[in-house]
Every structure is written in structure tokens, then in C-alpha cells.
């Protein structure tokens, strides 16, 4: 929700991801993936790379609120999607057909694994690695929700 | 380095963090990092959080390129510094004394926590918890390098 002054309430501010006995709810899910088998001009374009981010972003639910990308020489793609609720960034090596990617959300109306889903067919990744980790302070964080094995 | 056109160089491209038998080498080390016991002032003031994750990366060895930061209503900043070694970003929810960080970097001459030191201080945070992980094609992804017990 966008207010005067352009300030946006982040909702919700405590949105537990599943129902447990601790008193200290996870504030959010962050979500490492790594990418293989990309197709190279996929994740070199700048272009190409923000886009994917970009619908990523929307596919997901998230509100954006800047895009923040960069090429490197001779390859390679730096950028950051800042939405309301945290964030989504990528990090390219054409050269090695591989993408890092990380993908933090707050709330339950953002799926982070709609965005993967996204990312995997614009870049055309053969192959993926996932960690998925729970964020919040105290004892809630050391949390493992889900970790792949390659696939 | 940047070069003409505003490309910049990123270096190295394959940082070995440790040696070992892999034929596969990490790319980059990813940080994950809950501050507690923040002092609510010091994560609820853009300027401030923004001051104090640019002297983080700059203390880190890092080359900035953009800063992104924005602030929440009632409470909270999010931001992110997109440096050429990657990115250092975070989320605070001053109401809870918390804030989430994660550092993403590249290359030898970068090292993360000497981000950590200066964060800790800034927000007068009294106990963290941490989880470092390799970032990376192929099996050397599944590494933790570190994972601290609060503290």
C-alpha cells in the first residue's frame, strides 16, 4: 500500500510460513538457487536478465519498487529487484552457463517459487540447486524449509 | 576496474575459497546474517542504515556501484548495495529490534565479515547469528562454510 509521501506499509510484519510451538515467528523466507545449463545470450543481455527479474518479480505477487542492474566485461549480469517485501537478486557467468540467484520475501501472498519457476524457462536452465531458509531473529533461523538435490 | 563505457571488470571470475579436491570451484560465499538486539533508532533511519551498509561494503574491500534504500511505514528500511563483487542487502524491522542482512561476494580481496564488524556496531546489535554458504555451479553448492550459534 503506497501512502503520501510515498511511503509503503510493508504487510504483513509477522507472517509465520507454517504453524509450530515457537513463540518467535519467521519474518520470511529466503530462497538460494543456483542455475545451470542457462543458455549464454539469456544471461548476458542486460535486457533479457532484467525483464526475467522483473516478470519474475510479478509472477511471484511482489510489489516492485526499483531495479538495480549491471553488466559486467567481458560477461556477466549483476542486479537487484527491490520489492516490498525484500528483495530479488541475480548474479550471472554466461561463460559457465550458470546464474546465482536469491529471492528474500516477507508475507504469505508472495511465492518465491513462482519466480523460480520464471527464471528457469527464460533462461532455459537445464538444471537447478535450491536452499530455502527461514529469516527472523532467535531460534527460528536456523530453519532448513526445503534444500534440493540437483535436478 | 572500469573501462571505457563503464564496463567494469569483475575479478576473479573462479575465487577458490579454500583448496580441495573438487574439479568444481566456488564462485562467491553468501552470508547470512540476523542482527538482534538492534538499537531501534539506528535500524529505523534510512540515512543511517544506508550510511552504515556503504561504510560496511567499502570496510569489506568492496567497489560500490549503486545504493538502493527505502523506507517503510510505520517502521522498517529495506535496502541493497549493489557492488561489482555482487551485493549487501537488508531488511529491518526496528519494532522487533531485528534486522535480516545477507552479503554476496566474489573474489579474495572481498571479505564479508568485515562488513559483519561494522553492522554489528552501527546498530549496537548485542547477539547475531550467522550461516555462510558457497555459491556456485555443480556439488560445491551443498557447502556451509560457517554457521554460528548465537551469540
Redesign the interface.
Known amino acids: 500500500m503506497v501512502?503520501p509521501g510515498g511511503?509503503?506499509?510493508?504487510e504483513p510484519?509477522v507472517a509465520p510460513l507454517h504453524n509450530n510451538a515457537s513463540s518467535v515467528l519467521p519474518?520470511?523466507r529466503?530462497v538460494?538457487i543456483?542455475l545451470?545449463g542457462c543458455r549464454f545470450d539469456a544471461i548476458n543481455e542486460v535486457g533479457l536478465v532484467q525483464d526475467a527479474m522483473r516478470d519474475a518479480a510479478l509472477k511471484a505477487g511482489a510489489t516492485i519498487?526499483?531495479l538495480?542492474f549491471?553488466?559486467?566485461?567481458?560477461h556477466?549480469i549483476?542486479?537487484?529487484v527491490?520489492i516490498?517485501e525484500?528483495?530479488l537478486?541475480i548474479?550471472t557467468?554466461p561463460?559457465?552457463?550458470?546464474a546465482?540467484v536469491?529471492l528474500?520475501t516477507?508475507g504469505k501472498s508472495v511465492d518465491p517459487w513462482k519466480a523460480v519457476e520464471v527464471l528457469v524457462s527464460r533462461f532455459e536452465s537445464t538444471h537447478q540447486?535450491s536452499?530455502e531458509?527461514v529469516?527472523?531473529?532467535?531460534?527460528v533461523?536456523?530453519g532448513t524449509i526445503s534444500?534440493s538435490a540437483?535436478h
Chains 1, 2 share one sequence.
Open positions: 501512502e511511503l509503503v506499509t510493508r510484519k519474518l520470511g529466503h538460494l543456483e545451470m519498487r526499483e538495480s549491471h553488466r559486467f566485461s567481458p556477466g549483476s542486479g537487484v527491490v516490498e525484500s528483495h537478486a548474479h557467468w561463460e559457465l552457463n550458470y546465482a536469491d528474500f516477507c540447486k536452499r531458509f529469516r527472523g531473529p532467535s531460534d533461523v536456523s534444500s540437483e
